[in-house]
């Protein structure tokens, strides 16, 4: 039997691996278990004659989904003994690297928070065929389904999404400038300008698992008591940059060089008002920011 040499199937594995990375991280929600799946999966791969392999893509691919499933159950476990809110670990993007294309379209943080409240199983459905465009009857033969069961899967997913989540997506350049603004508004201590921002039912996500004091126990929510909790906080010494965090403009704060927290607003379907903000401050989250603020 012809075999692969083993740097013809590692540069194939290269290939597919920004793509690998992305569905599996929007299953997850963490850098560390999709790298976890990624290692599994290139040990799957590399264990195999990958020369007899047709569809390498199509085989990576269904490997890494039912790598990604079979971690959902310790994944869950942990959130469930998670200090406080549970936010998805961002994605910051370098602003003085070239991202990779397919990272870069990775579905945002308001989004990824609500294919939390799906099943393992409508979640992987749901991301390989709205995020990434897999037919029905890939997906099935992935996950060893029947396509009509997978197409009421995706059905399902579809409208539990829809209904808390408006597929539209404000343009970069408003989000950017309302978050600037907020930003602005914050630091200067105007609070008038914050209630005008925030939508009146506004919530508050602090996600520092018991090891910030950036992270509070609970969501808060209203205009009045986050616009209050914002200024409180909003405080001199600390270095505040502007990135992408998972596709959208969002905050960087900084402090002695060290990154503090990210903070990304969701904003209405207008772009006038903030209905979210989500603030991830636990250190062990903070792994894709970039080391330090100067820049």
Known sequence: MCETPAADASEVFAGHRELLFSIVYNMLGTVGDTED???????????????????????????????????????????????????????????????????????SIALLVVLETLTPLERAVFVLHEVFAYQHTEIAAMLDRSPAAIRQIAHRAREHVQARRPRARVDRRTHREVTERFVEAAFGGDLPALMEMLAPDVVLWPDGGGKSAAGGPRPIRGRDKVARLVAANARGGVDVRYHHVNGDPSVLIFTEGAPL???????????????????????????????????
């Open 37 to 107: 799946v990624l290692q599994e999966t290139w040990l799957a791969w590399a264990a195999r004659d990958v020369a007899g392999i047709g569809n390498p893509r199509a085989y990576l691919v269904r490997v890494a989904v039912n790598q990604a499933l079979a971690h959902q159950s310790a994944l869950r476990r942990r959130k469930e003994t998670y200090l406080g809110p549970w936010l998805p670990e961002p994605l910051v993007a370098d602003p003085d690297a070239a991202e990779p294309a397919v990272r870069a379209e990775s579905v």
């Open 261 to 295: 927290a990210v903070m990304v607003l969701d904003l209405d379907a207008g772009g006038e008002q903030v209905r979210n903000i989500y603030v991830v401050s636990n250190p062990d989250k903070l792994g894709s920011v970039p080391g330090h603020a100067a820049g």
